[in-house]
């Protein structure tokens, strides 16, 4: 038996962060968009004008846990509020805000993430979705 696995490409990424930027555009938002593979490791990067060091770094560490562990930012926060201890918040490097989402293909494969900061959360978590809505056709 043969597996195929599959990766994300450059050329998808720029597709997510030129609609991320848009969806910010529109909005007159400063956003950062990191996007890594789904190892973690930064595979493309984009800082808008205007933003500030905490974005650098929350953008990333929202792409890392959506890499990490393959649901939403958003839907991790959710669940580690319905476990005792809220055990998710004493991971090395695991953020609980909106705006990182994983990436997965249509047949289930886990290909990355992207992560989203410079806004508040829900809106970070809006432009991070127009990312993923653009490549749609290309899962």
Do not use: W
């Not at 476990?83 to 990436?103: A, D, F, Q, R, W």
């Not at 432009?127 to 290309?138: E, M, P, S, T």
Request: charged fraction near 20%; hydrophobic fraction near 45%.
């Amino acid at each position: 038996m043969t597996l195929t696995v599959k990766a994300i490409s450059l050329d998808m990424c720029k597709i997510i962060a030129d609609a991320s930027e848009e969806a910010a555009l529109k909005k007159n938002l400063k956003i950062v968009i990191a996007i890594l593979d789904n190892h973690g490791s930064l595979k493309y990067y984009r800082r808008m004008d205007g933003n500030n060091f905490i974005s650098v770094r929350m953008a990333q560490l929202k792409a890392f846990t959506a890499a990490s562990i393959p649901i939403s930012t958003k839907a991790l926060a959710e669940r580690n509020q319905k476990l005792p201890n809220g055990p998710y918040m004493s991971v090395p490097g695991i953020v609980l805000l909106e705006g990182g989402l994983p990436i997965i293909t249509k047949d289930g494969q886990h290909i990355g993430a992207i992560g989203i900061s410079g806004a508040t959360p829900e809106l970070d978590g809006l432009c991070a979705q127009a990312g993923l809505d653009a490549i749609h056709d290309l899962l």
